[in-house]
């Protein structure tokens, strides 16, 4: 069993940065992939970044050289760190954990992400 809980999420001026903080309580290292996904309003929900147990990232093009997915293994956290934000980064941001690939995993609440002059 696993609990993510997010936080970070606001409003930033566009170049911005900002980090958002994923905790995880439960089974966390045992968690295959951790990733974080955005929704905006009327799109569909896609991969922002996520992380294997062992390390390796995968970022969604749209991110890329901006993004910066990563964990504490002793805090259970795990993070997004987002630099020169843009307004088309504007989305619902959601963590999400998997055992195996293929399926939904975990979900947490998602936190609002704003990025406005």
């Known amino acids: 069993q696993v609990q993510l809980v997010e936080s970070g999420g606001g409003l930033v001026q566009p170049g911005g940065s900002l980090r958002l903080s994923c905790a995880a309580s439960g089974s966390i290292f045992n968690i295959l992939i951790m990733g974080w996904y955005r929704q905006a309003p009327g799109k569909q929900r896609d991969l922002v970044a996520n992380m294997y147990s062992g390390g390796s990232t995968n970022y969604a093009d749209s991110v890329k050289g901006r993004f910066t997915i990563s964990r504490d293994n002793a805090k259970n956290m795990v993070y997004l760190q987002m630099n020169s934000l843009k307004p088309e980064d504007t989305a619902v941001y959601y963590c999400?954990?998997?055992?195996?690939?293929?399926?939904?995993?975990?979900w947490g609440q998602g936190t609002q992400v704003t990025v406005s002059s």
């Open positions: 999400n954990a998997k055992q195996v690939p293929g399926i939904n995993g975990v």
